[in-house]
């Protein structure tokens, strides 16, 4: 009897607070059997790693940096975080109150609860006189088309904004060409880079030892996706057509499928929906 595994591809950081959570609800929800050799793993797998740009040993480049931060906000009307990691990378940059860059207080659009939780751990948004937040209002609708939707009730004459969009290198271009497309002045920076995770690193090996067709791959990002195509197909005997994944948006699906995932789900963003589709498919594909 082959023993279920569940993959959590996130960022390391990311990926703890997620396998404690899921760990703590297989067994409140009583989906397993209490005998622990029936417990469904959990692995680690960080196909990518968050790396603060900033953090050069170069102080000129952090200076530089931290300069067309500062500069950017000073006149803006808009920030927008793409993520959490934006949030965070750019707070630990700055170093400073947020507001206090900015000769007026400058409303902020995030895409998710995810991001507007990280605000909040700075402060942002509990401030006596708050920050506005604007975030899509259904979690069925956290990303850019989204947090367009919200941004467009703001019922701006965009050719005379300013939007400054912090990101990481790459990603999707779409709401920076929707806010140019508009009229809007949009300077988009990058706070952060990614970096594959090594062939080399001791992660895999658990990932060669699992029987893909009793795999559960939670797939957050589109980008380490398509890494993951190219791991499998370039070291693995084993391909990912029994395998099924569990995307929290379309994209992420999408992505999935063309590296060959045999059965895609798509579930809602954040940690609760993630677990709540893990639950089922464990529930429906307990090993004979």
């Known amino acids: 009897m082959s023993t279920q595994t569940i993959i959590v591809t996130r960022p390391a950081g990311q990926a703890r607070k997620l396998i404690e959570l899921l760990s703590a609800n297989l067994k409140k929800e009583e989906l397993v059997r209490q005998d622990k050799s029936d417990l469904p793993k ?20 952090a200076n530089s940096l931290f300069e067309h931060i500062t500069t950017a906000l000073r006149d803006a009307d808009l920030a927008i975080f793409v993520s959490p990691n934006a949030i965070e990378c750019t707070m630990h940059l700055l170093g400073s109150t947020w507001q206090d860059l900015s000769k007026k207080r400058i409303p902020i659009g995030v895409m998710g609860g995810s991001s507007k939780v990280a605000l909040q751990h700075h402060g942002i948004g509990l401030e006596e006189i708050p920050t506005t937040i604007l975030i899509p209002r259904n979690n069925e609708d956290w990303d ?6 919200e941004l467009q009730s703001l019922n701006w004459d965009w050719s005379k904004r300013k939007v400054v969009i912090f990101k990481g290198d790459g990603g999707r271009a779409w709401l920076a060409d929707t806010l140019a497309s508009v009229g809007a002045t949009v300077k988009a920076i990058s706070v952060y880079t990614r970096e594959p995770l090594s062939i080399d690193s001791p992660a895999w090996e658990a990932i060669h030892k699992i029987d893909f067709s009793q795999s559960l791959w939670l797939l957050t990002s589109s980008e380490a996706v398509r890494y993951l195509g190219k791991v499998i197909q370039d070291q693995f005997a084993q391909t990912l057509l029994y395998a099924s994944a569990i995307c929290p948006h379309q994209n992420i699906g999408e992505a999935a499928k063309a590296i060959g995932f045999g059965k895609v789900f798509i579930c809602e963003p954040g940690d609760e929906a993630l677990i709540k589709a893990s639950q089922v498919w464990l529930s429906l594909n307990q090993p004979q």
Do not use: V, Y
Request: charged share 20%; proline share 12%; no cysteine.
């Open 144 to 149: 850019s088309e989204g947090l367009w939707a």
């Open 42 to 61: 959990i692995l680690s797998l960080p196909l990518l790693t968050i790396i603060p740009k900033g953090d050069e040993p170069s102080r000129s480049q």
